[in-house]
């Protein structure tokens, strides 16, 4: 069964860098797009980030750029999102996904998310 799990998330104080990370298995990991999205409570899903499979493409929200930076380790099957100067509008729960680019680039595939909370 395909997985993707979520770790890193916490508590972090204005300003600050966190970097959190979502291991895949039972996926052919080096042939997804893998993606970074938000939601916090009362405001819509927000797609952060997005790596190409070989981690040479990244494209970024302008809500993150800047500050956020996606990469990838495709022999440990693990994508990572490094956030730094966080505010506390970063605040929420934060989810990977994998899109097949073969199947029309969809994602296909959740982790449960990572709580990341800024304190103000």
């Known amino acids: 069964q395909v997985q993707l799990v979520e770790s890193g998330g916490g508590l972090v104080q204005t300003g600050g860098s966190l970097t959190v990370s979502c291991a895949a298995s039972g996926l052919n990991f ?3 797009v893998m993606g970074w999205f938000r939601q916090a409570p009362g405001k819509e899903r927000e797609s952060l980030a997005q790596i190409s499979e070989s981690g040479s493409k ?3 929200a ?5 500050r956020f930076t996606s990469s990838r380790d495709n ?6 999102l490094q956030m730094n100067s966080l505010k506390p ?3 929420a729960l934060y989810y990977c996904a994998a899109a097949k680019p073969t199947a ?3 994602f296909d595939y959740w982790g449960q998310g990572t709580q990341v909370t800024v304190s103000s």
């Open 62 to 66: 302008d809500s993150v750029k800047g």
């Open 89 to 91: 509008e970063d605040t």
């Open 75 to 80: 022999a440990q099957n693990t994508v990572f």
């Open 104 to 106: 029309g680039g969809r």
């Open 30 to 32: 080096r042939t997804y």
């Open 58 to 60: 990244t494209i970024y």
